[in-house]
C-alpha cells in the first residue's frame, strides 16, 4: 500500500531543509506503516518548552535549524506509540535516505534516550553555518 503525506504533514515540513524533505516524501511511498509530521522546524521557545517538561534533552537540537524531523505513526485515524511502528518507519526512511545516497540519523538508534519519531541529517554532513552581520 502506498501512503501520502497530508496537508498538514506538508505544512510542518515548511524550512526543514530539502534533502530531509526528499527522504519524508520518498519514505512515505515505500514505508509499511502510515505516518505524518508531527514536527519540523522549531522556535527556540518550543525547543525550551520540550527541554523544560524533559522531552528534549538539548537546547541545541537539530529541529532548530532545520535538520530534524518527529514522524508520529498514524494508525486508525490516530498516532500510536508502540515502537515496533517506529522501526517500520525507520526502515522505509533509510531505505528512502540510501536510495537518495542522503545520510540520515534515527533517534532509535542512540544508546541513550531513544527517541523513535525522531531523523535527522548528521552534523557532519550538514553543519549548521552561522551567518555573521557585517558591520556597515
Known amino acids: 500500500m502506498s501512503y501520502t503525506l497530508g496537508k498538514r504533514s506538508r505544512q510542518r ?3 526543514v531543509h530539502p534533502d530531509l524533505v526528499r527522504i519524508v516524501e520518498r519514505a512515505i511511498e515505500i514505508t509499511d506503516v502510515d ?3 508531527l514536527e519540523g522546524l522549531r522556535t527556540v521557545e518550543r525547543q525550551e518548552e520540550l527541554f523544560s517538561s524533559g522531552a528534549s534533552r538539548t537546547m541545541n537540537s537539530r529541529h532548530l535549524t532545520g535538520h530534524a524531523v518527529d514522524l508520529g505513526a498514524y494508525v486508525a485515524s490516530s498516532v500510536r506509540w508502540d515502537w515496533p511502528l517506529y522501526h517500520k518507519i ?3 526512511m533509510k531505505q528512502a535516505a540510501n ?3 542522503i545520510p540520515i540519523q534515527w533517534g532509535g538508534d542512540w544508546s541513550s534516550f531513544k527517541d523513535g519519531p525522531h531523523f535527522q541529517l548528521p552534523h557532519s554532513d550538514y553543519p549548521v553555518i552561522v551567518k555573521v ?3 556597515a
Do not use: I, P, S, Y
Request: glycine fraction near 6%; avoid cysteine; charged fraction near 35%.
Open 13 to 15: 515540513l515548511e524550512g
Open 35 to 37: 505516518f505524518m509530521v
Open 90 to 92: 525507520a526502515d522505509a
Open 99 to 101: 536510495e537518495l545516497n
Open 133 to 135: 552581520k557585517e558591520a
